[in-house]
């Protein structure tokens, strides 16, 4: 079955504590991995494309990476304008698979 | 740049009435999906449409919901003879012309509560 899991399903951050948020796919034929920021009331916010084994991308104090099985986003020193829902999402065949999210908060 | 717009924002709705969904997607995206997200969840993806076509509806039930993008005009998420079940929020989200896997641009969402 095709799926996609976050963990953990929430994270507390001190500010400035780097860690990492995991997505882990079981999606058959992947052409595109997506990483998403969502606010309370409002609709999520794209962050990264990965669309192959290796691949990294970085904005700001975040980095992701992929591998054939996983994806990682990395914080590195967060603000507690960093706290969020943190979204990945798989892409094959005309559908998007996310994962419940990872809910940060980042205390000051 | 405007963004994909979903109106309206907040919908009530009494058991048995019809919802409709509107959205706009953002100028020169083809490509249209349905969202459903309850609290505390991830989105589940309900259909994907491109003008006038339905492309995959697999996520979407059988009866009572329906989904069109015109020629014309925004895509609609009809649903109808609503039930409490059906409360939740609805995003809409809209990707550019050419290949399906360019990233989607998110709406705000409809939130939907049925009395």
């Known amino acids: 079955e095709d799926q996609v899991t976050q963990s953990p399903e929430a994270l507390r951050l001190q500010e400035g504590e780097s860690s990492s948020l995991n997505c882990s796919y079981t999606?058959?034929?992947?052409?595109?991995l997506f990483w998403y920021r969502q606010d309370p009331g409002k609709g999520p916010e794209f962050l990264f494309t990965?669309?192959?084994a290796g691949e990294e991308k970085e904005k700001e104090r975040l980095k992701a990476t992929l591998t054939k099985k996983e994806s990682f986003l990395h914080i590195t020193a967060p603000k507690p304008e960093d706290s969020a829902t943190y979204l990945c999402?798989?892409?094959?065949?005309?559908?998007?698979?996310f994962g419940s999210g990872t809910k940060l908060n980042v205390k000051p | 740049n405007a963004g994909v717009m979903q109106n309206p924002r907040h919908l009530v709705r009494r058991r048995g009435q019809e919802a409709r969904l509107r959205c706009s997607p953002m100028?020169?995206?083809?490509?249209v999906y349905w969202y459903r997200q309850l609290p505390e969840e991830g989105l589940k993806f309900m259909v994907y449409?491109?003008?006038?076509?339905?492309?995959?509806e697999s996520g979407m039930p059988k009866e009572r919901f329906s989904a069109e993008f015109p020629k014309e005009g925004p895509s609609i998420l009809r649903i109808q003879q609503v039930v409490r079940g059906d409360s939740a929020a609805y995003f809409c989200?809209?990707?550019?012309?050419?290949?399906?896997?360019?990233?989607?641009?998110f709406g705000d969402g409809t939130r939907l509560s049925i009395l």
């Open positions: 999402a798989a892409y094959n065949f005309n559908k998007f698979y």
């Open positions: 100028k020169g995206h083809s490509h």
């Open positions: 999606v058959s034929g992947l052409r595109g």
């Open positions: 449409l491109q003008k006038e076509n339905i492309i995959d």
């Open positions: 990965l669309y192959s």
């Open positions: 989200a809209s990707s550019p012309d050419g290949e399906s896997n360019q990233p989607q641009h």
